[in-house]
Structure formats: structure tokens, C-alpha cells
């Protein structure tokens, strides 16, 4: 099958608007003789049942939470993009959009991101609507920040929170639907299966997780909302129950699978403490607009560092080596996610880590707060030169700024931060990679619909910060409830799908099968046992730094992990009751397939773009010497993968991007 | 370090359930409670019996599924964290540990440390929001310009993650320190006051109706509250309840 992006004709500027007059409509009568499945309640799932639903539509929403409040988007924490300008400082509709496919390395759809750099503004204007509380300057408008990878502050957010915020926002508008009787709720629900009619997806099969009881919902469409699939590496800064099942079952059936190798490998997390490790914290990018990251110059400093002789805020600055200052003066320590974390990488592997596992830089706050303190004590009239006074003053702006994110490492590390710098290294957090999907958010199979982290489409090879958040709203709110419609103004005669058919009774034992494999498996190792083996293929392969030679293994051992799997996995308990191993030996299984695709499609792409970083593509000398290495004449397309029964079977379909508006250039951040 | 568990186990809803004691040992002090709980997961799979269920997701303190009662206190002796952000270094080696869940009749436990916090949302269901469309045509974000300190208190209540140790907390299992954080958010912003009377009516009336107690201003609850909301939430919420009352 040939892929189609559906991409509307026109000047860029243009196209959203056009698309939107000439699409077929649902009249609100008929609307009523629709239903809509939306699985995920995240911001893009959350934000599509509320709007669906408000439109007519009846909506089924599914999380496998005990409420849909408590989806992963609640963790963000820095805050969402938008071109409102507010600042005056020069944004625009189209810099937001430039800035978005620069930062994603020119690996993204052109139009897709237009459209949300075009739907921005609106989101922010919604969510006050709705009581979202966005901090505030003292003249009552709204504040912002900055964010990596751009020259204005286009940031709005909620003090460390904003990703709680604005999910809250969105269960709002769906607990108003709720309240209405037109989403049906399912908490503790997961998704195991799609099931197509007619080539059409028309419904999924459902475990409830409290009974086991096997349920089969129909639908006119289906919605996956469902996130990304960071926990392929085991440990990383997503919720323990994430998961790539939705997604992959959607690819088992049919939807092909975009760029599965961008892997975004955030710069501030706090490091691994060690082997009871079950997941990393991020600490928000926003801190980088005032902390600044450095290793000691001299390795003397930093085994000083390391046997605690020397303590890190005595170390005299011109010892010290702020790196990304160093080797990136335009943006310093704002430089875009992989770019930072690379950096981090290589001061670590050169041996100048700052812990005992030699995996840790410093980010440090003591000039920032000695600079609010300065603007604090002129700004009351207070003594400049009373240096507890400054630092006092200093401490509490930070403390406004970023609060939790500082109390949330004094509680795992237990030190403090505001008194010695922290310790921060990067970590897996998000995939830019996803469900193919065209301009409309369908995926390969007609009805199914994908949208936010789950989908492939507007970060490219590197999502910026803040952006991840504008995508979940700007698809929930704004573009799929249009792109929808068009598709279902088709079935405005069709009446309820039945499930008392064929097409279920073949996907739900196909379900139950696997179920009863299981429980009834007598192994002798549990799914953790497996899932960490394969985090550690993938971060130690397939991680921050990729070779022919690691990619190479790391599909061989996954496979052969996966094997082993199946043969020695133990679950205990049974299907019908609440059984928290069965459901993580589900989503094992699908990481194991994942994983072994995600590195096949590493391999294929024999260049470094964005968060995927190959050591035999980089600059060998001028300027960018050591930087990454792009190859727009070979490599500027989107790996779409086909599904045909093992991962090394999968098909590759390459969708070629095209440049009109912005012109194609080495990223460079110096 | 090696410490003594009693954990709360109940096979479903209907069973009565008991305290059952297990060891576990050479644990790290830079664990978490949870990683904790894994270890000890790990050894029960491993012999073949049924690892202990609970409730956990982010891992970070803020999806507010995770809910023990640890030695008496809802998420443990640490204060301002969830039962995920407590570490083992706030316990001393042969320590004896007691794990219950969060105990209300509104909370009816599901399986082990699991309880069904469903009420929670249907108190949501029924006023927790402004009912404005989510079409995105609505006024410009900078129009209403709203005073920094109803916006800082506003978020503060807004930061509430429903975890539900309020109402653990409470001698009367009362969640007014959770509806009060709600209701406290919108009312302290301009865009909550034209649903103000109908929304303090209805999720306080749908509140009794889940069958939470009432408040006698213990305080526990804001002792207890991972996230520090503040009791003047309640008493806020009270003042919106009187208001509306008066309004009819």
C-alpha cells in the first residue's frame, strides 16, 4: 500500500483552513447515532472524548487508571508552547513552526506542524476558559518562560505542574460529559485488541482489571490516545503502567509504525541509585533557564568530588567546565534535548561523571540565586552587599519558580539543592515515534485514529520542551474532532456496529488464548525478570549512542529474549480476579516485539538525526566537528513499518518529506 | 536494611481479610517504599504465592494513585510526600512495619491495599468543572486580567492529586479537604463564578450521598495531605456553601 499523507493542497498558511471548509459534516441529529471509542484519557485522549462527546457523539473512554484524572500527562511539568506573543519578543505562528521542525531535525511533516503551531495560540485561551490556574505576573496576565531549542519565551505554565494542570482541565470537561451521560467511563479498563469489520476498525476487546471479565465495545470509530513507549527501556521517566499495547496491537492489525528509533533521552533526570531502581524522575527542562550544568575541569577535582573531600559548591569557578556554555554559545545550557544529553554523555564517558557510578553532572543554581537576590534586594531597597541577605532573598524566588521540582530531588536524594548543586543525567522520556498517521490522524486502518505521544508526527526526530503537551491538546481539542467528522459522515446510515459477530468472536479468543497461556504457564521467571533484560539491550544498544555493531546484537538478543519469554514466564493467580502480573505479562510481550523493530529501524538509518544519534554519521572536522550528521539526500523520509508476523519480517514504506516552506540546514546551536 | 512487614491482605471485596506478617531484608536505604514492596513481590512470585496488590503509577508523587497507610498515617511518617516518594532512610533496621490501605466507607477495598476511589470522581462528575465548550472560541487568555494572589491560591487548590488520604486521614472519613480544594479553585477565579451557587450545591449534596462524613476540624487531613491544601479550602468551601444556601 502506497502511503498517502492526505496532505491538503495550498500555501502552507492556508491549508488548515481550507481543509476545514470543504469537509463533509455530521448534522447533530445524526451525530447522536454515532459512537466513538477513545482509549487513554491522557491530554490528547482526555481532550478528545470531552470534544466528541460536547459535539453529539456518544463516546466510550477507556483508561486502565482507577481514573482518568491519573493518566501519565499529569506528570509533565514545565509547560506548554504557544505563539500567543505576549512577551513582544518576535514570535510568530510560523517561527513556532520553524523552531518545531529545526528542533525535531527536519524529520517532520511540514503541514501537520503548521497546523499546530496555528492551533497554539487557542489552546492557552481554553484552558484559562476552563479555570486552568497558569501562573500569573502581579499586573494579573499571563507569565512566561523558555524553553530549549528557541530564542523567545513562548512557555505558559503552572509552577512545576503544568502537565497536572492542564490534565485536570480536560477531566473537567469531561466530567461535565460524563455527568451528561454522553462519554460512558470504563477506569481500570485495558484495551488488548482491535477488532476490524470490513477492513474498517469498528471496535476493541477489553479486560476489565478488577474481574478479568473479557469485554468487546463496537464503535463507529476508534480513537488511540495511548501514549508513547519509553518503558521499552525498562527504567525511564514514564508511569510504571504505560505501555505500547494499544499502539502495537493497532500495528498487529494493520497500522504501520513510524520511526519507532526517535527515542527523546531527556538531559535532567536524576541519575540511577542502583539495581532496585524501577523508574527515573525527571527534573523539568524549565530549570535549565537558571540552572547552569557543569563537570570540574581537572580529573584530580573530580575524584575529590567523588571520595567527598572536596565539596562541589567550593569548587572555584574557573575549575569548572560549563560545557554547553562552552561548546554552544548562542544557546548555552538551552540547547534542544538530545543535544544536552549527548553532551552530558560524552564529559561521562571522557570520566568526568561526578558520582560513584561516574553517570552524573552537576546543574547548578548558586549564580542564579544570587542574581534574583541582587534584583530582589534593589528592587525593596534592601543592602546588595549582605551576602546571607542576597542568598536568602535569591532562595525564595527559586523556591516560587520551581518548589516542588527542588523538593521532589531532596526526597530521592536526599540532599539539598539549593545549598549544593544537583546531580541530574539523562534518561528515556519520550518517543517521538509512533503510529503512522496521515494529516487527518488516521492511521493505515480506515477508523482507526491516533493522536498525541502515540503518533509519529510533528516532533520528528526530537521533540522541543513544551511541545509535547501543546501536540496532546492541539490533536484532542482542535484537529481531530474536525478530521473525524469527514470520516464519519459515511456512516450516518450504518446504525450500531453489532459485536455479537464473527470478526469479535476470532479477536477475543485470539485474547483469551494468550490470557490462558499465562496463567497456565509454569515458568520459572518473573516479567520483571524479562522486562529488565531487555531495558538493559536497549540502553546499552539501542540507547543514546548507536552502532552498526550494538544494533546488530541487541536484535539477535532481543529475539532470542523473547523466545525465552514465552517459554519461561511465570504469572501467578488467575484471569478473574485482580492480577497485576498478568496485565504487566501482556505489555512484556509487546515490548519485546517493539523492541526488536525499534533497533531494526535504528539500523536502517544510516545517519544521526535528532534523538537518533549513530556513531558512524558525524562530522569529521570543521565547525560542527563531532556533531551529529544528517543525510537529508538519503535518509529524509519517514520509515513506515508493515507488520508481517516476526519484527525481522516487518516491511519498510518510506513516506519522503518535503521542504517548501522551510529550507533544509544543518541544525547548529553554536 | 531487614525489617518485619504486617501487611493487609484480602483476596476481593467480599473476604474478610487479615494482617499477614513477611521479612524482607538487606534493603537500601535509597529505595522507596514501593521498590520496597517490589523486592518483597519478587520473593512471594518467585516462591509461587501471590505477590501483594497496590495501587501505583507515576512514581513521582503526582498521579495520586498510590495510597498506603503506613504505621498508622496515610503514605507513611514522611511529611509532604506520597507513599512513592517515601524512602526507606525514614526507617531503622528491624523495624516492623504495618501496611493497610486507606480505610473509608466511601473507599471499599478491591483486592489487598487496593480501594475503589470511584466516589471521588463522581463527586467531580457532578459540578468539578466550567461549563464552557471545549471549541477553542472563546475569549483571548490576557482579557480578564486576575490578581496574582487568587491565581497563586487557585493553583495551590489546584494541586490537590485526589489521592485520598484526607479522608484516611479523618476520624470521620470526611473529603472535605478535597471538595473544599475544588470548589476553592474555581471560586477563587473569575471564570468559576457564574456555575458558583449550582456547583457548591451539587458536589457537596453528592459528596453526603457517597456517604463521607463530616468535618469537626481536626486538621488531620491537612497534616496528612501530600501536597500541603491548606484547611482554608474547607472553610472557603463553607462560605460558598452558606452563600448559595441564602441564594436558594
Redesign the interface.
Known amino acids: 500500500m502506497a502511503l498517502d499523507s492526505k496532505t491538503p493542497e495550498g500555501p502552507i498558511a492556508d491549508k488548515w483552513t481550507n481543509y476545514k471548509n470543504h469537509i463533509d459534516l455530521v448534522n447533530p441529529a445524526n451525530k447522536r447515532n454515532i459512537d466513538v471509542i477513545v482509549v487513554g484519557t491522557g491530554l490528547a485522549g482526555g481532550?478528545a472524548a470531552?470534544?466528541l462527546a460536547?459535539l453529539g457523539y456518544n463516546v466510550k473512554a477507556f483508561c486502565f487508571?482507577?481514573?482518568?484524572?491519573?493518566a501519565?500527562s499529569?506528570?509533565a511539568q514545565g509547560g506548554i508552547n504557544a505563539a500567543?506573543n505576549?512577551q513582544g519578543d518576535g514570535d510568530s505562528t510560523y517561527r513556532l513552526f520553524y523552531d518545531t521542525v529545526k528542533g525535531g531535525d527536519y524529520r517532520s511533516r511540514e503541514a501537520n506542524v503548521y497546523r499546530l503551531a496555528e492551533?497554539s495560540a487557542?489552546?492557552?485561551?481554553?484552558?484559562?476558559?476552563?479555570?486552568v490556574?497558569?501562573?500569573?505576573?502581579?499586573?494579573?496576565?499571563?507569565d512566561n518562560r523558555s524553553f530549549g531549542g528557541v530564542l523567545v519565551s513562548r512557555t505558559f505554565y503552572?509552577?512545576g505542574?503544568t502537565g497536572?494542570?492542564l490534565l485536570?482541565g480536560a477531566?473537567?470537561?469531561m466530567?461535565?460529559q460524563?455527568?451528561r451521560g454522553k462519554i460512558k467511563?470504563y477506569?481500570r479498563h485495558e484495551m488488548l485488541d482491535i477488532v476490524k469489520v470490513d477492513g474498517k476498525a469498528r471496535g476493541i476487546i477489553t479486560r476489565n482489571l478488577?474481574t478479568g471479565e473479557i469485554e468487546r465495545h463496537s464503535a463507529h470509530a476508534v480513537v488511540l490516545g495511548t501514549g508513547g513507549y519509553g518503558n521499552v527501556f525498562f527504567l525511564s521517566?514514564n508511569?510504571?503502567?504505560s505501555n505500547v499495547t494499544a499502539a502495537w496491537k493497532a500495528h498487529k492489525r494493520g497500522a504501520y509504525f513510524a520511526n519507532p528509533c526517535y527515542t527523546q533521552i531527556h538531559p535532567t533526570c536524576i541519575p540511577v541509585?542502583?539495581d532496585?531502581?524501577?523508574?527515573l524522575?525527571?527534573m523539568s527542562e524549565s530549570l535549565r533557564n537558571d540552572g547552569r550544568i557543569w563537570v570540574p575541569k581537572h580529573m584530580k577535582d573530580v575524584e575529590a568530588i567523588k571520595n567527598g573531600t572536596l565539596k562541589p559548591k567550593d569548587l572555584k569557578e574557573e575549575d569548572r567546565d560549563y560545557y554547553l556554555e562552552r561548546r554552544y554559545p548562542a544557546f548555552g545550557n538551552l540547547v534542544p534535548r538530545d543535544v544536552a544529553s549527548r553532551a552530558a554523555k560524552e564529559r561521562c564517558d571522557a570520566g568526568y561523571g561526578v558520582n560513584a557510578t561516574g553517570e552524573a553532572v552537576f546543574l547548578d543554581f548558586a549564580s542564579a540565586i544570587q542574581r534574583y537576590g541582587k534584583e530582589t534586594a534593589h528592587v525593596k531597597g534592601l543592602d546588595e552587599n549582605d551576602a546571607v541577605l542576597i542568598k536568602k532573598l535569591g532562595q525564595e524566588v527559586v523556591k516560587n519558580k520551581y518548589g516542588n521540582l527542588f523538593?521532589?530531588y531532596e526526597?530521592?536524594v536526599?540532599q539539598d539543592p539549593y545549598n549544593t548543586p544537583m546531580m541530574i543525567y539523562p534518561a528515556v522520556h519520550y518517543t517521538m515515534g509512533g503510529i503512522w498517521v496521515d494529516y487527518n490522524l488516521m492511521t493505515t486502518v480506515p477508523g482507526l485514529y491516533c493522536i498525541g505521544e502515540a503518533n509519529f508526527s510533528d516532533h520528528g526526530a526530537n521533540r522541543l520542551g513544551a511541545s509535547a503537551l501543546m501536540q496532546g491538546l492541539a490533536d484532542g481539542?482542535?484537529v481531530l474532532p474536525y478530521t473525524i467528522g469527514d470520516y464519519l459522515s459515511d456512516d450516518i446510515r450504518t446504525g450500531q456496529i453489532s459485536t455479537d459477530t464473527k470478526e469479535f468472536d476470532d479477536v477475543e479468543k485470539e485474547v483469551r488464548e494468550k490470557i490462558d497461556f499465562f496463567v497456565n504457564n509454569d515458568g520459572s521467571h518473573?516479567v520483571?525478570y524479562f522486562h529488565k533484560k531487555l531495558g538493559k539491550i536497549m540502553w546499552n544498544k539501542v540507547g543514546m549512542s548507536r552502532n552498526i555493531k550494538g544494533l546488530t546484537e541487541a536484535i539477535s538478543e532481543i529475539k532470542a529474549l523473547r523466545e525465552q519469554f514465552w517459554k519461561e514466564v511465570?504469572v501467578?493467580?488467575a484471569n478473574e480476579?485482580?492480577n497485576?502480573?498478568l496485565a504487566k505479562a501482556g505489555r512484556v510481550a509487546d515490548f519485546l516485539e517493539l523492541g526488536e523493530l525499534f533497533a531494526k529501524d535504528a539500523l536502517n538509518r544510516e545517519e544521526s538525526c535528532g534523538g537518533h544519534f549513530r556513531e558512524d554519521a558525524v562530522e569529521l572536522d570543521g565547525e560542527q566537528k563531532g556533531e551529529a550528521k544528517r543525510d537529508d539526500e538519503n535518509f529524509a523520509y519517514v520509515s513506515a513499518w508493515e507488520y508481517k508476523g516476526e519484527p525481522s519480517d516487518a516491511i519498510l514504506h518510506k513516506e519522503q518529506l518535503e521542504f517548501k516552506d522551510i529550507e533544509l540546514k544543518q541544525r547548529s546551536y553554536k | 536494611m531487614n525489617l518485619t512487614l504486617k501487611i493487609w491482605r484480602q483476596?476481593?471485596a467480599n473476604d474478610k481479610g487479615q494482617l499477614v506478617d513477611y521479612k524482607v531484608t538487606d534493603i537500601?536505604p535509597?529505595?522507596?517504599f514501593?521498590?520496597m514492596l517490589?523486592?518483597l513481590n519478587?520473593q512471594?512470585?518467585?516462591k509461587?504465592?501471590?505477590?501483594v496488590?497496590f495501587?501505583?503509577?507515576?512514581?513521582?508523587?503526582?498521579?495520586?494513585?498510590c495510597s498506603l497507610y503506613i504505621n498508622g498515617e496515610a503514605h507513611g511518617p514522611?511529611r509532604?510526600?506520597t507513599t512513592c516518594?517515601l524512602?526507606m532512610?525514614m526507617f531503622k533496621d528491624g523495624d516492623t512495619i504495618y501496611i493497610e490501605p486507606f480505610r473509608a466507607a466511601a473507599f471499599p477495598v478491591?483486592?489487598d491495599l487496593?480501594v475503589?476511589?470511584?466516589s471521588?470522581?463522581r463527586i467531580?462528575?457532578?459540578g468539578?468543572?466550567?461549563?464552557?465548550?471545549?471549541?477553542?472560541n472563546?475569549?483571548?487568555?490576557?482579557a480578564i486580567?486576575?490578581?496574582?494572589q487568587d491565581?497563586?491560591t487557585?493553583?495551590e487548590a489546584?494541586?490537590c492529586?485526589?489521592c485520598g488520604a484526607c479522608v484516611a486521614s479523618c476520624k470521620n472519613s470526611s473529603a472535605m479537604l478535597f471538595v473544599g480544594a475544588k470548589v476553592s479553585?474555581?471560586a477563587l477565579?473569575p471564570?468559576?463564578q457564574v456555575e458558583a451557587t449550582d456547583r457548591v450545591l451539587n458536589m457537596v449534596k453528592q459528596m453526603d450521598d457517597e456517604g463521607f462524613g463530616n468535618c469537626t476540624n481536626t486538621g488531620a487531613c491537612e497534616v496528612e495531605c501530600p501536597k500541603g491544601i491548606s484547611l482554608e479550602n474547607i472553610a472557603r468551601m463553607n462560605q460558598e456553601y452558606l452563600k448559595a444556601s441564602l441564594k436558594g
Open positions: 481532550s470531552a470534544t460536547e487508571q482507577d481514573s482518568p484524572r491519573r501519565h499529569i506528570a500567543k505576549y492551533v487557542n489552546i492557552i485561551d481554553q484552558c484559562v476558559a476552563q479555570g490556574p497558569f501562573a500569573r505576573e502581579y499586573g494579573g496576565l499571563l503552572a509552577a505542574q497536572q494542570q485536570l477531566y473537567s470537561a466530567n461535565r460524563i455527568g467511563m477506569n478488577i521517566t508511569a510504571m503502567g541509585s542502583g532496585h531502581q524501577s523508574k524522575t525527571l523538593q521532589m526526597k530521592i536526599d481539542y482542535f518473573s520483571d511465570k501467578p493467580g480476579e485482580y497485576e502480573e | 483476596k476481593n537500601s535509597d529505595m522507596s514501593l521498590e517490589d523486592v519478587e512471594l512470585i518467585n509461587g504465592d501471590e505477590p496488590a495501587d501505583h503509577d507515576c512514581r513521582e508523587g503526582i498521579c495520586g494513585m514522611d509532604g510526600v516518594q524512602h532512610r478491591i483486592k487496593i475503589d476511589r470511584t471521588f470522581d467531580q462528575h457532578a468539578g468543572f466550567i461549563s464552557v465548550n471545549t471549541s477553542g472563546t475569549i483571548d487568555a490576557n486580567p486576575i490578581n496574582k491565581a497563586d487557585a493553583f489546584a494541586t492529586i485526589g479553585q474555581f477565579l471564570q468559576g
